[in-house]
Structure formats: C-alpha cells, structure tokens
Nanobody, 124 residues
Framework: QVQLVESGGGWAHTGGSLRLSCASS????????MAWFRQAPGKKREFVAA????????YYADSVKGRFTISRDDAKKTTYLEMNNLKPEDGAVYYC?????????????????WGQGTQVTVSS
C-alpha cells in the first residue's frame, strides 16, 4: 500500500522560509512523479511543483518560480519543497502526491496517491 507522509508545515512571517518533506513508502515504482499541490480555504486545489524521476525534470507553478525549490532523495523515496520568500498568499494546506505516470503533472486528477496534508500559515 502506497503511503505518503508529509512533514514540515507550520508558521512563518512574510519573507520567511519553510521546508516541507514527503516520504513515500509501499511502492516499487522505478520511475514516478512526486508533486506538491496546495489548497487555501474556499479555493480549488492548485499545482505547486513536481519532480519527475523518469526524465529527470522539475516543474513549477508560475506563482512560486524563483522562490520554491523541489528536490529529491532517491534512497529515501522522499521529496522536499524548500519555500523561501513566503507570501501571505502561500498560506494553504500543502499536499504531496505521487503517480507512476501522470498524463499532466499539473493536474491533480492524474495522481492516484496522496498524503494527508500539512498546514502552512504565512503572516505579515
């Protein structure tokens, strides 16, 4: 059974930094995509960043380019999201997602496995 466990959420001032982690287990996918999505209250879940093991390649939403960095640890099957220069609009529940072959890495419907989410709060 595939499991994703997120950690690292919390509170930060505007301009501050947080680092999220997502550890995956229970799978033997040789190549897969791990991604981060976020959902703020009253808003749709939106794509943040993704890391594809098959290419390898990274993808970012325009709103976080230059501020967020996604990385991986192959041995631990873990992805990290380093978030810098945080803005109040970055506040949301951040979800980790995994799929061996998403058609569109930006589309949450293409991911079959999800973590429980971790809250990020950014205050000015």
């Amino acid at each position: 059974q595939v499991q994703l466990v997120e950690s690292g959420g919390g509170w930060a001032h505007t301009g501050g930094s947080l680092r999220l982690s997502c550890a995956s287990s229970g799978h033997t996918f040789g190549k897969y995509v791990m991604a981060w999505f976020r959902q703020a209250p009253g808003k749709k879940r939106e794509f943040v960043a993704a890391f594809s093991w098959s290419e390898p390649a990274t993808y970012y939403a325009d709103s976080v380019k230059g501020r967020f960095t996604i990385s991986r640890d192959d041995a631990k099957k873990t992805t990290y999201l380093e978030m810098n220069n945080l803005k109040p609009e970055d506040g949301a529940v951040y979800y980790c997602a995994l799929d061996p072959l998403p058609v569109d890495v930006n589309d949450d419907y293409d991911y079959n496995y999800w973590g429980q989410g971790t809250q990020v709060t950014v205050s000015s």
